[in-house]
């Protein structure tokens, strides 16, 4: 069963620039969760998605805004790119239940220069 | 709201020494609680989760037991190894309106270094 997979790996963009990223959940799970980590906040959660719908959302500015598709794969998006947007981005499937564990992806590492 | 607190960092252990990793938590209701692991360059993997009450998680000689009476998750294993030298995430996945959202709330982490 393949897992959860993220692309891609590594980016670097400018300041002001926009970013696409995206997660392909493992098949059967249509829970995709966003979280951002980062050394100073360690580990935020960013919004959830299940049936193409936004059902929780965490802290963030607006820049930071998702999808899901009808295929349960997602996509965030951040538009105006700041230095402090450099993270590890990373994304989380599940069952749509509290008792069942999220499966992670290895993470896109963003760099804004 | 939701909150997650571990113990401060990082824990540095002989091989086969005990590892204890503290977690507390506050939450409304009865949460999931987990622990996550985080090896350099990778995403989080789980390593145990206990979804109520007094219930045991283990996984890879790793235990943790769920005390709702001390809002405690703590982590331990008997003998730990090198191997073992990785980042240590304790969360939750609380209630909010009955249903899951799945939002984990996590503690800051715990960074292990096992010398041989």
């Known amino acids: 069963k393949a897992g959860v997979t993220q692309t891609p790996r590594y980016l670097i963009k400018t300041r002001g620039q926009q970013v696409t990223l995206s997660c392909s959940p493992i098949?059967?799970?249509?829970?995709v969760s966003w979280y951002q980590q980062t050394p100073g906040q360690g580990l935020q959660f960013l919004f959830e998605y299940f049936s193409e719908t936004q059902r929780n959302k965490g802290n963030f500015p607006g820049r930071f805004s998702g999808r899901q598709f009808s295929n349960s794969r997602s996509e965030m998006n951040v538009s105006t790119l700041e230095l402090g947007d450099s993270a590890l981005y990373l994304c989380a499937s599940s069952l749509p239940d509290r008792a069942t564990e999220a499966f992670f992806g290895q993470g896109t590492r963003l760099t804004v220069v | 709201g939701d909150s997650v607190t571990q113990m401060e960092g990082p824990v540095t252990l002989s091989e086969e020494a005990f590892l204890t990793i503290n977690c507390t938590y506050t939450?409304?209701?009865?949460?999931?609680l987990f622990w996550y692991v985080q090896y350099p360059g990778e995403g989080l993997q789980l390593l145990l989760k206990?979804?109520?009450?007094?219930d045991k998680g283990s996984n890879k000689g790793f235990e943790a037991t769920y005390r709702k009476e001390t809002t405690s998750f703590h982590l331990e294993k008997g003998s730990v190894q090198v191997s073992d030298s990785a980042v240590y995430f304790c969360a939750l996945n609380g209630i909010a309106g009955g249903t899951s959202y799945g939002k984990l709330t996590f503690g800051q982490g715990t960074i292990l270094t096992v010398h041989p």
């Open positions: 939450a409304t209701g009865y949460p999931s």
């Open positions: 206990a979804t109520k009450a007094d």
């Open positions: 098949s059967g799970h249509r829970s």
